[in-house]
């Protein structure tokens, strides 16, 4: 099977949506490639799609929900009438994924729908193999998919979700199935060795997610100006930590230190956040713009002297390398795939995670820093991220990976 007539399913769960641009960065990398990718989607995004890329993806993205309820029971049918005995397995393999899992067995059979719908298109359009991004129900369809049709499945686990509860995912049964799995650091390969006998730990590859170059081809100036300007980028949850970072920046004013920092993003927390701000007196010095699309982030790191990422849980966070390749240092926690990313001392600050004094400490030690030193900082993560995740390099990797003959020893 070669590159050139290798066709992919890509399934997802929501697709496209504003935090998994990355995806969207690996699916036109795979087709510059010659590579072909059918999207197939659970649902579409529930809120507004900002950035146009998004849009574009939007336009090509085969959604299973929206095709009603009919559509899809019939294609259990049409899927047994194609595979008698794959859909009876099918059907096996869903009560068993559905034992222990925290989503219980109604879901599952949700899953199962979804699977045949996908199996009908997976046939239809001439899919050579299945992915799937997180290895939650989006892997669950294509499992439940490949065991229908015959064709072989992998999928891409980012974390931290899936390393917090994979027994209730039945994550285990999804590595044992698949014909290779992807870990988006050597961090989450190893957290996924963990739940596998050795003999499936060689199935288990690590392929970073990247940046495109061609858009980070010049580098603004690096700001000459104070106060420090801070950026932080992200979803407003618990995991992303930006409770944290608000008691730090209360710190920081108590010290006598001007700082700004803009938050870029929103979610759950943000009446929490707010609320935050404005008991510490900061609502001159913290700013919220809610989300942005990329070209509006990637003005919003140009505009600041750093980024500042406090998350409790990380994969291989994308805003740290776009802040990187941007040539800016970053003040990042401590776990997962970071120190991976990130060199301390080198290309910024690494701070323990909810550690609300070590990161005022950090970004007074930014603070002080002289500018020359900053930028050099920047230049250094820049190259390292420019050698290490080129979203086309990432992506021959895992075009290599669906070229090779499908395995064919059992679980």
């Known amino acids: ?54 849009r574009d993806e939007a336009t090509r993205t085969d959604h299973v929900l929206s095709q009603g309820v009919p559509a899809l029971i019939w294609s259990v049918f049409l899927a047994g009438l194609q595979s008698p005995l794959g859909i009876w397995q099918a059907f096996a393999l869903t009560l068993k994924a559905a034992r222990g899992s925290e989503a219980g067995l109604l879901r599952h059979l949700v899953y199962f729908i979804e699977a045949a719908y ?39 686990v980012h974390g931290p979700e899936e390393f917090d509860k994979p027994a209730a995912l039945a994550l285990p049964l999804k590595i044992r199935k698949a014909d290779f799995v992807v870990a988006i650091s050597s961090f989450g390969r190893s957290q996924l060795c963990r739940l596998v006998e050795y003999r499936h730990w060689s199935r288990i590859k690590v392929v970073h ?39 730090a920046m209360a710190e920081v004013m108590r010290r006598g230190l001007d700082v700004h920092l803009t ?21 001159h010095r913290v700013t919220l713009t809610g989300w942005l699309d990329e070209s509006g982030v990637r003005r919003a790191i140009d505009a600041a002297h750093a980024l500042v990422l406090p998350s409790f849980a990380e994969g291989l966070p994308m805003v740290v390398m776009e802040a990187m390749v941007a040539a800016r ?25 909810g550690d609300a004094d070590a990161l005022a400490e950090a970004i007074i030690e930014m603070a002080s820093t002289p500018s020359d030193a900053l930028r050099r900082m920047g230049t250094t993560g ?14 021959a990797k895992l075009a290599q990976l669906f070229a090779q003959r499908p395995r064919t020893q059992p679980d």
């Open 329 to 353: 240092p970053v003040i990042a926690t401590w776990i997962a795939g970071v120190p991976e990313l990130m060199q301390a001392g080198r290309t910024g600050w690494l701070v323990p995670a």
């Open 263 to 283: 938050l870029v993003g929103d979610g759950e927390l943000r009446r929490p956040i707010e609320r935050a701000i404005a008991h510490e007196g900061l609502g």
């Open 1 to 54: 099977m070669t590159g050139a007539r290798v066709k992919i399913g890509y399934i997802l769960n929501t697709y496209p949506a504003p935090s998994h641009s990355f995806i969207r960065r690996e699916i036109r990398a795979l087709e510059r490639r010659g590579i072909g990718v059918e999207r197939l989607a659970m649902r579409p995004f529930d809120g507004e799609l900002v950035d146009p890329g998004d």
């Open 382 to 395: 820049r190259a390292r991220v420019m050698m290490r995740h080129n979203i086309d390099t990432e992506a």
């Open 118 to 156: 996908v199996a009908r298109q997976v046939v239809a359009r001439r899919i050579d193999r299945m992915h799937a991004h997180f290895g939650t129900n989006a892997a669950t369809v294509a499992m439940l998919a490949a065991q229908m049709t015959g064709r072989p499945y992998s999928f891409t």
């Open 209 to 247: 997610c990247g940046i495109e170059p061609q858009l980070y081809a010049s580098v603004r100036t690096y700001p000459e100006t104070r106060p420090l300007s801070l950026v932080n980028i992200g979803r407003f949850s618990e995991q992303k930590g930006q409770m944290i970072l608000i008691e």
